[in-house]
């Protein structure tokens, strides 16, 4: 177990781990949150990024995850031949809660004192037509074995590298449907993101076969402000006054009171994009008063989003895809879609090189920072999402 975990810290981490992993010098490359960094100086920028590096996940998120596996394992444990053997863990398309989960593991098998086996996977088989033979390899167990074994908890990261939209991409799903209908002695804990499962639904009513689902939600300014705290009070980052209709609304309220407000309201109390938003509106203030010798300082202002560039059918469909696979490699992107690799290559060149996609050791995702107003456009263009 041990050994399994120390990988997956070392292989699974959330987008704002990666948050960093695109910077250049180049302003022009630069895709926020990191293009507004640059103008920092250098000594408070590696700060900064050393101290996001080191946030913990949110607390917030963490206690209803830890809480929602405990009760639905216990209910379970109860009642093995009765109870429903599986808890869901749903998600914003963006958002990785795979660190979070096996972060909470390391400590709860040996209080629950089960075995649990994870699904030892980084990313999706790069042979889409393998998935339902490797998921076959690793999770198949033979009558004899499952009469002398005891209890053993079962760990998908993320299931979404358990299928792809493609004629045979979807063996992977129907196999893991007959292993939570005909497996007792397992229970499953399974996380993914809201498109996808949604997708899954609509074609495989895969919901019919799994137990509770755990929506998380949106995380409150409290919480944000809290989170946040190791890296505003480290910095002592002030709070520039906010916008003149904020001012007006909330009259009665601080500056930092308000700008966690805003910052949970445009982030729709998701913990990536908020960090994202947050470190996109950092800013070096210099003194008033030229004549005295005093450093700057750190400050934030009002916090936004970036707006959309012009978009064609293609960019939605393209992207509506990247949201449902979470992460993808453009090869299997193509094949996916059923374009040729040059289309689908160039169109990637576009969206990256406008910020709206990541790719990080060919590994494509949408840059969760645009995600608010991308899903609003896509739902504006027929899309479910």
């Known amino acids: 177990m041990s050994t399994i975990l120390k990988r997956f810290k070392t292989w699974i981490f959330e987008s704002r ?3 960093f992993s695109w910077y250049t010098k180049d302003r022009n490359q630069l895709q926020e949150p990191t293009r507004s960094l640059v103008e920092l100086p250098s000594s408070l920028r590696e700060k900064l990024i050393a101290l996001t590096n080191q946030l913990a996940d949110n607390p917030a998120d963490t206690e209803v995850i830890r809480t929602s596996i405990d009760e639905a394992f216990e209910k379970w444990r109860a009642h093995p031949q009765r109870a429903e053997n599986s808890i869901v863990i749903l998600t914003s398309p963006v958002m990785v809660v795979s660190r979070i989960i096996i972060t909470i593991l390391e400590n709860w098998s040996t209080q629950k004192q089960v075995s649990v086996k994870i699904l030892p996977w980084n990313e999706r088989p790069a042979d889409v037509d393998s998935i339902e033979l490797k998921l076959q390899q690793y999770l198949k167990r033979e009558a004899g074995d499952i009469a002398r074994q005891q209890p053993e908890v079962m760990v998908i990261p993320n299931l979404s590298w358990c299928f792809l939209r493609s ?10 449907q007959k292993m939570l209908l005909h497996d007792s002695s397992r229970f499953w804990i399974i996380a993914t993101g809201k498109v996808s499962w949604d997708y899954l639904n609509s074609i495989s009513d895969l919901e019919a076969d799994c137990g509770r689902v755990c929506r998380l939600p949106e995380i409150k300014s409290d919480s944000l402000r809290e989170w946040l705290k190791p890296i505003t009070s480290e910095l002592n980052i002030t709070f520039a006054d906010p916008r003149f209709e904020s001012q007006i609304l909330e009259g009665d309220k601080d500056a930092e009171t308000i700008y966690f407000e805003d910052l949970a309201s445009i982030s729709r109390g998701i913990s990536v994009i908020a960090l994202q938003a947050f470190l996109a509106s950092v800013n070096y203030q210099l003194p008033d008063d030229e004549n005295e010798q005093k450093q700057g300082f750190l400050t934030v202002e009002s916090p936004e989003l ?3 560039p012009e978009l064609e059918s293609a960019h ?12 993808i490699t453009l090869s299997t992107l193509a094949h996916s879609i059923g374009d040729k690799e040059s289309k689908v290559r160039k169109q990637i060149k576009f969206l990256r090189g406008e910020g709206l996609v990541k790719e990080f050791d060919e590994i494509l995702k949408i840059n969760p920072i645009y995600y608010p107003k991308l899903k609003q456009e896509l739902i504006n263009n027929n899309f479910i999402l």
């Open 167 to 176: 004629m045979d991409g979807l063996d992977g799903i129907d196999y893991l």
């Open 306 to 308: 970036p707006n959309l």
């Open 17 to 19: 781990s990666f948050v």
């Open 316 to 327: 939605h469909y393209l992207l509506y895809f990247l949201l449902l696979h979470g992460d």
